[in-house]
T-cell receptor, first 114, second 113 residues
Framework: SQTIHQWPATLVQPVGSPLSLECTVE??????LYWYRQAAGRGLQLLFY??????ISSEVPQNLSASRPQDRQFILSSKKLLLSDSGFYLC?????????????FGPGTRLTVL | AQSVTQLDSHVSVSEGTPVLLRCNYS??????LFWYVQHPNKGLQLLLK??????LVKGINGFEAEFKKSETSFHLTKPSAHMSDAAEYFC???????????FGTGTRLQVTL
């Protein structure tokens, strides 16, 4: 069966520091991968998605970037964190890019920028 | 453009009573629709999905949803609430482009004794 991992689970970082969040998927090949952010009391916002190694699409302009160095690894990064980067970051995967596709979410990373 | 509207930001029910979480969609074509549940500080778990097959969809934990095209609705129901159902519920539609999902703003379900 497929599993998705995220780490760290929680992170507290000072403003201006770098960020690296990691997401890995097991039990499948060539997944579509996604990064979402959930701000306090709000819905989910799609940040990035990837349909293959080295292929990244950005949904909103921001202080963050994403990379996919391996088929089942998706990394979210920042060179200098802002207060507004605080939130709950969720990684997700899906297999198909069709109408009936389902996305499966990881456990999330709680990021607090102070 | 697709959109999803969850009509209630907060719903409170007593344990053992029915649950109704309302969702309306807006789409130029028949969408794929999902309900996800999120417990505090956890990821999202898929409850059920509609993909143009049967209009009444049964999901996990006794939840079900009915797709009503005439009303553009996809309400989530459960006959009897349990304390463990207390969580945030998201109605989600699928755009069909690179699997982009459109999320509703969520409904927080509170279950009281």
């Amino acid at each position: 069966s497929q599993t998705i991992h995220q780490w760290p689970a929680t992170l507290v970082q000072p403003v201006g520091s770098p960020l690296s969040l990691e997401c890995t998927v097991e039990g499948t090949s060539n997944p579509n991968l996604y990064w979402y952010r959930q701000a306090a009391g709000r819905g989910l916002q799609l940040l990035f998605y990837s349909v293959g190694i080295g292929q990244i699409s950005s949904e909103v302009p921001q202080n963050l970037s994403a990379s996919r160095p391996q088929d089942r690894q998706f990394i979210l990064s920042s060179k200098k964190l802002l207060l507004s980067d605080s939130g709950f970051y969720l990684c997700a995967w899906s297999l198909l890019a069709g109408v009936a596709d389902t996305q499966y979410f990881g456990p999330g990373t709680r990021l607090t920028v102070l | 453009a697709q959109s999803v509207t969850q009509l209630d930001s907060h719903v409170s029910v007593s344990e053992g009573t029915p649950v109704l979480l309302r969702c309306n969609y807006s789409s130029s074509y028949s969408p794929s629709l999902f309900w996800y549940v999120q417990h505090p500080n956890k990821g999202l778990q898929l409850l059920l999905k509609y993909t143009s097959a049967a209009t009444l969809v049964k999901g996990i934990n006794g939840f079900e949803a009915e797709f009503k095209k005439s009303e553009t609705s996809f309400h989530l129901t459960k006959p009897s609430a349990h304390m463990s159902d207390a969580a945030e519920y998201f109605c989600v539609s699928h755009t069909g482009t690179a699997s982009k999902l459109t999320f509703g703003t969520g409904t927080r379900l509170q279950v009281t004794l």
